[in-house]
């Protein structure tokens, strides 16, 4: 089984362009459940907190297959403090989570999880989960 923790990126992502790279991983694949995506409290808080910024609400934010998408993941508790340097600290509990899981990390902003950061977590852009996944939609059919 593939398991993915997902950055908020993504979700905003596909919230906004449901006919892009994020919402095809996110429609396509999880909430059909053939890749399985992770969340822990520390991360759901952040899901939640941001869906909820005023400058999402044109696009009518949360969207309504985000509790869905909640519900179907696999839980984890918090895991504990991510100690290497991250360029932006609230990403930390992110890396935590996917190297708890032994889970890959989906996000759109490669940049804030630099390789020294990653000790081991595979760090991937949508485009390229997707690609790994093959671009295989036989499931689909």
Known sequence: MNVVVLDTNVLISAGINPGGTPAKLIFDWVLKEYVKAVVSPQVLVE????????????????????????????WFENP??????????????????????????????LKHFPEDARHGVTVLSPADYLAHLGGNESHLK
Request: hydrophobic letters at 40%; charged letters at 20%.
């Open 47 to 74: 899901y939640r907190e941001v869906v909820q910024y005023q400058k999402f609400d044109k696009y009518k934010f949360p969207p309504p297959w985000m509790e869905t998408l909640i519900e179907e993941s696999l």
């Open 80 to 109: 504990g403090p991510w100690t290497y340097p991250c360029p932006d600290p609230t990403d930390a509990p992110f890396l935590a989570l996917a190297h708890a899981a032994g889970a890959w990390l989906v996000t759109g902003n």
